[in-house]
C-alpha cells in the first residue's frame, strides 16, 4: 500500500509550463490556487483569477488540480495536474496528501483553495509555515450533498455534516474567503467578516466574433451535467421537439462525475442522430464548449430547483448573455433573468410544457434582434481584474 501511494505521488510532480518571474532579481511571491474537483485549466481558476492575478506581475502563479484533456500553455503560470482519477472515486481522498506535498515542493507566500477537501492540509501547511490562507468558495458544498442527488441518500447527511463543520472549525485560520454567488454571504455564517464578493462571472474571449442567429432549431445544454442540472429534461424536451420537426438538435456538452448519469445518458442517447453529447466522461476545455455555444440558437438551464441552486445564478447565464444565447430556463421565483436580457428568456417548465407552443415560443426568439443586449456590466472585462488589484495592495 505504502509503494502504490509513493508511486502516486511521485506520478503528480509533472508541470505542463513554467517561468519564473523574477522583480528586481528576486523570486516573485508565490501564490497557489488548488482543487481536487476542477481541471488546472479550469475557467474561474486559470482564466478568471489566475490571469488577473498574474497579470498585477505581483505574484508567480501555480495552478494546482485536475490533469486537463486541453493542452493549455501559459508563460505566467505554472500548471500542476495532480490528480487524474475520477472525480467520485476512493483515489480522490489521495489528492490531499499530492496538494500538500505540491505546497512543501512551491513553499507559497498565499494558496487559494476552492475544495473542502483541501482545507486540512492546507491549514496544516499555514501553522508550519505561517503564510496566507483564502478559500475560494464556489458553492455551498454541503448543500450539495444534502440536495443535488450526487451521494447516496444514506451517506449525504454525514458527510454534508463533516463538510460543514470542517469549514467552520478551519475558519480561524483562514484570512479571506471569495464568495462566487451573493447569497452564500447568507447561508455560510462562518465567513462573516472575512468574505469578499467574486462573483462567478464570464470572462468574454478576446477572439470570438459573435454569430448571428441562425434559425431556433439548434439547442444547447453545457456545463455541469446531472439530473439536478436538468440534463435528462433537456433531452426529452429535444426528443418531444424532434417528434414534430425533425430538422431539431441537441448538444449536451460537458463532464457527468457520476457513472450512472454517464451510463443512462449513453443509453438514452444511444442510436439518435440528432443528439450529440460531448465530453461528458472527460472534462472539457472551456474553449471547445464556447464553439457549441456559437454553432446553437438557443440555449437550455433546465435545472431542476431545489436548495442547492435556487439562489445561485449559473455562470452559463453570463456566456448565453455573451453570445447573445436566447434561452429557456426552469421557473424560479428568485431568478429575475427576464428583467436582463430583454425579451431573449422564457420561463418554461420542461417537464410538461406544450411542443406546439414551445416551438411558437422559440420561433419568437427571432424577432429580437442581435444587438438588443443585457448591461454591459454583466459582461465587463475588467471585472477580475478590478477585484485583485484591490487583493494585489
Known amino acids: 500500500m505504502l509503494n502504490k501511494l509513493l508511486s502516486f505521488l511521485a506520478r503528480n510532480n509533472g508541470v505542463v509550463s513554467a517561468d519564473k518571474r523574477t522583480e528586481q532579481g528576486k523570486r516573485l511571491p508565490r501564490l497557489v490556487i488548488g482543487s481536487v474537483l476542477r481541471p488546472v485549466d ?3 481558476m486559470y482564466e478568471k483569477l489566475g490571469l488577473a492575478l498574474a497579470n498585477t506581475g505581483k505574484h508567480e502563479i501555480h495552478i494546482v488540480g485536475f490533469c486537463s484533456q486541453g493542452h493549455v500553455r501559459s508563460k505566467n503560470i505554472v500548471f500542476h495536474p495532480v490528480f487524474c482519477a475520477e472525480r467520485l472515486s476512493a483515489r480522490r481522498f489521495l489528492s490531499p496528501i499530492a496538494f500538500f506535498k505540491t505546497l512543501l515542493k512551491l513553499k507559497p507566500e498565499v494558496v487559494v483553495v476552492n475544495s473542502p477537501d483541501l482545507l486540512i492540509v492546507t491549514i496544516s501547511y499555514k501553522i508550519l509555515f505561517g503564510k496566507k490562507i483564502i478559500y475560494d468558495v464556489l458553492e455551498n458544498y454541503a448543500a450539495n450533498i444534502m440536495f443535488a442527488n450526487t451521494f447516496p441518500v444514506f451517506v449525504r447527511r454525514p458527510l454534508a455534516a463533516f463538510v460543514r463543520i470542517t469549514e467552520a472549525a478551519t475558519c480561524p485560520w483562514v484570512d479571506e474567503y ?10 455560510l455564517s462562518f465567513t462573516k467578516g472575512k468574505n469578499r464578493l467574486v462573483e462567478n462571472r464570464f470572462v468574454p474571449p478576446t477572439d470570438v466574433v459573435l454569430a448571428p442567429r441562425r434559425g431556433y432549431h439548434r439547442l444547447v445544454y453545457s456545463g455541469t451535467v446531472a439530473e439536478s442540472y436538468g440534463v435528462f429534461d433537456a433531452i426529452d424536451f429535444a ?3 424532434h417528434a414534430v420537426d425533425d430538422r431539431f438538435r441537441l448538444v449536451v456538452v460537458g463532464y457527468a462525475a457520476q457513472s450512472a448519469i454517464r451510463e443512462r445518458l449513453y443509453k438514452e442517447t444511444s442510436g439518435i442522430s440528432f443528439i450529440q453529447l460531448v465530453g461528458i466522461s472527460h472534462w472539457v476545455p472551456h474553449n471547445e464548449v464556447l464553439k457549441y455555444l456559437y454553432w446553437a440558437d438557443i440555449g437550455l438551464l433546465p435545472y431542476r430547483v431545489n436548495q442547492a441552486t435556487q439562489r445561485r445564478i449559473p455562470t452559463k447565464f453570463y456566456e448565453y448573455v455573451f453570445f447573445s444565447l436566447p434561452f429557456l430556463v426552469s421557473k424560479n421565483a428568485y431568478w429575475d433573468f427576464a428583467k436582463k436580457m430583454s425579451g431573449r428568456v422564457s ?39 478590478n477585484i485583485i488589484s484591490i487583493f494585489g495592495k
Open 42 to 44: 479550469d475557467h474561474r
Open 178 to 187: 471569495w464568495l462566487a454567488e451573493r447569497v452564500y454571504a447568507e447561508e
Open 239 to 241: 426528443k418531444r421537439l
Open 347 to 385: 420561463y418554461v417548465d420542461f417537464q410538461s410544457v406544450d411542443v406546439e407552443g414551445a416551438i411558437c415560443l422559440l420561433q419568437s426568439f427571432l424577432n429580437i434582434k442581435t444587438h438588443e443586449m443585457v448591461s454591459i456590466s454583466l459582461l465587463d472585462k475588467a471585472y477580475y481584474s
